[in-house]
């Protein structure tokens, strides 16, 4: 009788164990459901725009950054080719760029073909975007009123800001100077010679480390959205180009444009990857 009350008592909590099991597997499923919809509906809105749209894979091992652009990390990010930013054609300066994540940082890199590599600024937040840079602007809550800046120079030289109320295409004057990101890293690689004007370079990549913290938010959950964009100025040798991840549509080129940011989704891992097509 005891040994058959035990098998009894023993096979009703198994029992027990199964039901919060599949409740607990419910759960899950609901909960994946509920992102599934949400990124359908930030993807849907996304492509709707006719704007950019990113999958950005999270990766369990970063990038060094080191300019070298050699990492795991960065074959598995998808490329990107920067257009011109006036129009949205072809730029005749190739421009590749790709980003991922962790749980610290947004990671960012660009390739540049460039046959002149020239920069005069040497100091952080001198006007690098005066001269040619790679930037990045990012608004982790999409709020297209405020968002954040980053360039960075062939010579290294970075330039942050916290940007409030952009007017006509730039900085309003509640732009938060002087501001830097805590904890942000670049490296950059050139494959020539730097301001050497009389040869012909073959271009130059960058690497950038944005901590999540240096923003003043929290690592993004999987299938969640932030407004974006990407930008390279090239001004020798003649024409000039400002190139663009998404494009501003805006004649003079102008950055400052945050209602045409592309989306970026950020992905899980290999194999979790969200519901944007």
């Known amino acids: 009788m005891w040994r058959s009350g035990l098998r009894r008592r023993s096979s009703a909590g198994s029992a027990q164990g199964g039901t919060r099991a599949r409740r607990g597997e419910r759960r899950s499923m609901k909960a994946s459901i509920v992102v599934f919809l949400l990124t359908m509906l930030g993807s849907t809105a996304c492509l709707a725009s006719g704007l950019a749209c990113y999958r950005c894979p999270k990766v369990k091992v970063p990038p060094t950054i080191d300019g070298k652009l050699d990492d795991e990390a960065w074959k598995i990010a998808p490329p990107i080719t920067l257009v011109l930013s006036t129009t949205g054609e072809p730029a005749t300066k190739r421009t590749i760029a790709r980003m991922c994540w962790d749980d610290a940082n947004l990671y960012v ?15 952080r937040d001198d006007p690098v975007y005066n001269e040619e840079v790679v930037e990045v602007f990012a608004s982790p809550d999409c709020d297209l009123k405020h968002y954040y800046e980053f360039n960075v120079s062939p010579r290294n030289v970075v330039f942050d800001a916290d940007v409030y109320d952009p007017v006509n295409g730039h900085p309003g004057a509640k732009t938060s100077h002087p501001w830097n990101c805590e904890g942000i890293r670049t490296a950059v690689c050139v494959d020539g010679t730097l301001d050497c004007r009389t040869d012909t370079d073959k271009g130059w990549t960058a690497e950038l480390a944005i901590p999540f913290a240096g923003m003043e938010t929290s690592a993004p959950k999987i299938g969640q959205r932030w407004r974006l964009n990407l930008y390279r100025i090239d001004l ?13 549509m805006h004649n ?21 990857r969200s519901a944007m097509p």
Not at 239 to 247: D, G, V
Not at 253 to 270: C, L, M, N, Q, S
């Open 109 to 123: 890199s660009f390739e540049c073909q460039d046959t002149d590599i020239w920069g005069t600024y040497t100091k």
């Open 252 to 272: 003079p080129a102008a950055f400052h444009i945050p209602e045409r940011f592309g989306t970026v989704f950020f992905e899980g891992t290999a194999g979790c």
């Open 236 to 248: 020798t040798p003649e024409p000039a180009e400002f190139q663009a991840w998404s494009p501003t």
